[in-house]
């Protein structure tokens, strides 16, 4: 891909503050997009978009700017308004990545109901009501577009203590098959990316993670945020226009032998 692949295209990246989805952000601003990136904390996407758009300075040729977009993404009425702010500053939206994830552990006897609530609300229902809204905006548009799901290899593959957060992630790529139905016929592309160990802020806390998932990843070592992110591009782009409806494993290996995560 060139500098400008994603010049005078518009993307929406939810829960970007940092790790993947601020990779996702920084990346496609640096390759022409203009992005609008959410986080639940307002300090977290104002300063994000700041040192993407500093980044930015100085690119030759480029215009392409961050704005920051802070709020829940679990709240369809917030994620309608994401959209409509995306249109009224840069005109359009080509491109919805709902990246916005969390994680609870707890095994089947001790989850919550308003922990599994949590979970859902914003792997599954911020998720699908990002598609419908940048879809219908795309649908106005009229030249078609791409969504993307953040999935995970734990929707593949069982892992202690992650039934729910699991499901949401396994029903996220069933989504991405469904919305194919829709979405073909309006010339969007809709996919999923199921990363496994990767190196964020969060992970990067725990002095044993580098450690155990070098041991048991094939290819010797966690992914790093730009791995995700170099997949992510490719699944938006127009070198992937007749991908759709397909979820792209991104873990070194580890899915294929299947070793554990504990000792």
């Not at 070098?214 to 170099?230: C, E, H, K, Y």
Request: glycine share 10%; with cysteine.
């Amino acid at each position: 891909m060139t500098n400008n692949t994603f010049a005078n295209q518009t993307a929406i990246i939810t829960g970007a503050g940092v790790g993947i989805g601020y990779a996702i952000a920084n990346a496609l601003v640096r390759q022409g997009a203009n992005v609008l990136l959410n986080d639940f904390d307002p300090d977290l996407a104002r300063q994000a978009a700041d040192f993407i758009n500093q980044a930015q300075t100085g690119s030759s040729g480029s215009s392409a700017r961050c704005v920051s977009c802070p709020g829940d993404a679990s709240d369809v009425t917030f994620v309608e308004q994401m959209v409509d702010m995306a249109v009224k500053t840069f005109g359009s939206v080509d491109i919805g990545i709902a990246n916005a994830g969390i994680t609870i552990f707890g095994d089947i006897f001790t989850t919550t109901p308003d922990a599994f609530q949590t979970i859902v609300n914003l792997n599954l229902r911020g998720s699908f009501f990002l598609a419908q809204a940048a879809a219908r905006q795309m649908r106005e548009q009229k030249k078609g577009g791409s969504v993307l799901f953040m999935s995970s290899v734990v929707g593949h593959q069982a892992h202690p203590g992650l039934p729910v957060y699991s499901m949401t992630k396994a029903g996220l790529e069933m989504l991405a098959r469904q919305l194919v139905i829709d979405f073909s016929p309006l010339g969007i592309t809709v996919n999923a990316i199921a990363p496994g160990a990767t190196l964020t802020e969060r992970t990067l806390d725990d002095p044993t993670y580098i450690p155990i998932w070098s041991r048991i990843t094939p290819m010797g070592r966690p992914a790093t945020v730009d791995d995700i992110a170099n997949a992510a591009l490719f699944l938006v782009s127009p070198a992937s226009r007749h991908i759709t409806g397909q979820s792209l494993i991104v873990d070194g290996g580890w899915t294929s032998v299947g070793v554990p995560p504990v000792p």
